[in-house]
């Protein structure tokens, strides 16, 4: 198993957390020189903050508590493609690395929507340019996003 699927498998043990805490599904691990440096699931209910995504909220608390604002040394795991605001966070904290297992056309597929919240959207019209690797374990994220959106609506 590579270093991708360790960490990714981190990031779907956390979506599954965040079901169990009363949240979404949605997990996000970041790492620095192979060592994992924090991680968070979503808290969108539990916080009562609609802005509370994996992501945005692993960067909030990461980068308060060790006052690093630059991670272009790092990576990040997810276990769905960021939406726009987290794609956002990325950029403002220079992300080296994305690496995510489901898709937003996959989620939005589930969920019977149009697809349109692609990071990719977001680098492109951006001075920083993560390197991104997608599809990291996708059918085992995609297993736990459908079982959580068949009984559950998004946001």
């Known amino acids: 198993m590579d270093k991708?699927?360790?960490?990714m498998r981190k990031a779907i043990e956390l979506s599954t957390l965040a079901v169990e805490h009363g949240n979404e599904p949605f997990g996000a691990v970041l790492v620095k020189n192979g060592e994992i440096v924090y991680t968070n699931e979503n808290q969108i209910y539990s916080a009562a903050d609609?802005?509370?995504h994996a992501e945005a909220g692993l960067i909030r608390r990461f980068c308060r508590e060790t006052r690093i604002t630059d991670l272009s040394e790092y990576t990040m795991y997810s276990s769905c493609e960021p939406c726009f605001m987290c794609s956002g966070a990325l950029v403002w904290t220079r992300?080296?690395?994305?690496v995510y297992a489901a898709s937003n056309i996959d989620l939005c597929?589930?969920?019977?929507?149009e697809a349109s919240a692609s990071s990719k959207i977001v680098f492109q019209h951006s001075s920083c340019k993560p390197d991104v690797t997608a599809g990291v374990l996708r059918e085992q994220s995609l297993e736990?996003?459908?079982?959580?959106f068949s009984s559950h609506k998004k946001g």
């Open 4 to 7: 991708d699927e360790i960490f």
């Open 50 to 52: 609609p802005t509370f």
């Open 95 to 98: 992300l080296g690395r994305l």
């Open 109 to 113: 597929g589930i969920l019977n929507e």
């Open 144 to 148: 736990i996003l459908k079982k959580y």
